[in-house]
Structures are given as C-alpha cells and as structure tokens.
C-alpha cells in the first residue's frame, strides 16, 4: 500500500517519511509544501488525483501551521492552512473516495479538567492556534465520512524547531533553566506518532479492502506518563549531561512568571484508551522516546 503524506517536511512528516518502505511498512509519496500548498483547493484536488492514480489509498495530512504564539497576530494565515487546509484535503478525499488521516492538538481543550481529557470532552481552545486546529476537525467531520482525526501533544523530534532542542541549547548557554510547572501534557515524539499513523494506515487498509466495519472518528494518540514541561525539561538536561557533563539547574517557575501571547491549557493529558482499543498502535513512555530522539541528535553526523 501507498500513503500520501502532506507537509512532508515538517516534524512528523519526516518521520513518516523516514518509518515508510521499511520492513512492511506502507510506502508513501510526500509532498512538502513548495509542492503542494493545502489551504489552496484546486491544487489540493490536482495533487490528490494524481497521487490516486499513483496508487495512493490513504491521504495523512501532516501539514499545519504550528507557531502557537505567532498565530495570535497571524490569524488569517493560521485559519487558512489550519481549517481551510483540512477542509480540502477532506472535500477531494470524499469525491476521490480516499480515507485522510488528519492530525489535530491537544490545544483544543482550555485544561480545566481535573483528570486526562478523552475525545468527547467538550472543546474550548484558548488560542488562535487551538481555534483554527478545531475549525480544521470540524471541516473534515463535515465533508468526509472515512476520517480519522489524531488529537496529539507536545510534539518532538531530532529536527525542526522544538523544546527538546531549545532546551539542548540553553542547556549549553546558560547555568540555569527557569522552566513551567503548571501545565500538564505528554510529550510525544514524532516518530512514535508517525509508527502509530504507519500501523493505524496498515489495518485500515486491510479493512477496507476486505469490506470489513471501520470505526471512524476521533482519537487521541499520545506517548505514557503524563508530566510538565519542568518535568520534560529536566529529563532532557539530565540524559545530555550523561554525555556532555554539563547540567544547569531547572528551576521550576509558574506559568505566570513567563507570559506567552498565546494562553495554554494548564492540563492537556490525552486519555489513548479508544485508540489503544480500535487500532492497537504502539505505545511508550514519553521518556523511551525522548532517549531515541537524544541518541539521534548526538549520533556523529552521517551514522543515522
Ligand atoms: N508541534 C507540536 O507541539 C504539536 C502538538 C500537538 C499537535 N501537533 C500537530 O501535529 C501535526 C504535525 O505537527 P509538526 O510538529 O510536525 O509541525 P511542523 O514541524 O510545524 O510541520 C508542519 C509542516 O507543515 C508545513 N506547512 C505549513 N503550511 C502549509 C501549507 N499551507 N501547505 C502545506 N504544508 C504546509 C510546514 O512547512 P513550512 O515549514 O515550510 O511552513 C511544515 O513542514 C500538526 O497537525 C500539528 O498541529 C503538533
């Protein structure tokens, strides 16, 4: 089988890209966003019947705009590839007859809930970031039956910009880390999202072909064990030190005592349950990945 991965360029598109053709794994065309733009229609509905007529059965949509702070101000851009972006893909999977494998955030919560959220807790996103990213699931539930929409957290990986490497960096720069303690979440490295898209995309393949029932919908995917960003930050401080013997203190702050443009939910922990149940894909704790990902970044140059 054959996936089409937009936004290929992007964290999770990577992975994907990297984890497909390997060991029966599905094979996949990506398309970075110099070649195809999502939150532009006719391109979308090009780009799609050509990528079916190449034997593509399953469209995963990596591309989004990601900058939470940014889409404060940058509003129009960020409803553009974020709600209009699905909407397409999802419009020209329903006249191609393709399923889309949509990814969303866990920023669609405001983080009231005392315990982890699952899928059918009401969403009340605190930014403009959160805001589009909902719009964005309800354009695919509204124009796609076959959907499944991944609601994902805290997302990392060897490359691109995220707190894993800014922390590596201060970590070489400065003495000490002052970092939030009062939002809760699961970091989840994007290659275990991008195994988790792989073994998911496998097994509704195979049902559809066999005619078999499919639980469409919505679910959240996350790695184990939920922590804060202090928590996250003194993990990565303490495994870089094993290998660079420099450890700066990680002074836990209030989210008060750092303000962003963009509000964040104080608690985002994903409760996996559904998915674990309907798709069984693999799961870890946050700090399996995390060590994966540390071993990439300080593996000489060339070995990976
Ligand atoms: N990052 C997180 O912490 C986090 C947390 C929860 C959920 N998620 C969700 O997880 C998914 C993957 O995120 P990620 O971390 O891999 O994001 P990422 O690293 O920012 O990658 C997103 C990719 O989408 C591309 N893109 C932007 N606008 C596009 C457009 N109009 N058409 C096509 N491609 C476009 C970007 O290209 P350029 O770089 O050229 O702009 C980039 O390559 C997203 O749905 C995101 O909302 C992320």
Same mark, same amino acid.
């Given at each position: ?47 799609? @019947? ?138 989840? @490295? ?21 005619? $078999? ?20 930050? $003194? ?55 995390? @060590? ?13």
């Amino acid at each position: 089988m054959k996936l089409l991965v937009t936004g290929c360029a992007g964290q999770l598109g990577v992975e994907l890209m990297r984890q497909s053709f390997v060991g029966g794994a599905p094979d996949a065309l990506g398309l970075a966003r110099g070649r195809l733009d999502i939150s532009d229609r006719e391109s979308v509905g090009a780009a799609l @019947s050509a990528a079916k007529a190449e034997g593509c059965t399953v469209v995963v949509n990596a591309a989004a705009y990601t900058a939470v702070d940014k889409a404060e101000t940058d509003t129009a851009h960020a409803f553009a590839v974020n709600r209009d972006g699905p909407g397409n893909l999802a419009e020209a999977c329903a006249r191609l007859d393709l399923p889309l494998i949509h990814v969303s955030t866990d920023y669609v919560f405001d983080g009231s809930k005392a315990g982890a959220y699952v899928e059918t807790d009401p969403v009340a996103p605190l930014g403009v970031y959160g805001t589009s990213k909902e719009a964005g699931e309800r354009a695919v539930r509204g124009r796609l039956n076959q959907h499944l929409i991944l609601r994902t957290s805290w997302v990392y990986a060897g490359h691109g910009a995220n707190f894993v490497r800014t922390m590596l960096r201060l970590a070489g720069e400065r003495d000490e880390l002052r970092v939030v303690d009062d939002q809760h979440g699961i970091p989840t @490295s994007a290659g275990d999202i991008a195994r988790a898209i792989l073994a998911i995309a496998v097994k509704l393949d195979a049902a559809r072909s066999e005619s $078999r029932y499919i639980p469409w919908g919505t679910y959240h995917y996350a790695a184990t064990g939920p922590t804060t960003w202090c928590g996250f930050a $003194r993990a990565i401080v303490e495994r870089a030190a094993a290998r660079t013997g420099r450890q700066p203190k990680v002074t836990a702050i209030s989210t008060a005592e750092f303000p962003t443009p963009a509000r964040r939910p104080a608690n985002s922990v994903l409760d996996c349950a559904r998915v674990e149940q309907a798709f069984a894909p693999p799961r870890r704790p946050w700090q399996d990945g995390l @060590s994966e990902v540390l071993d990439q970044l300080q593996a000489p140059k060339g070995s990976s």
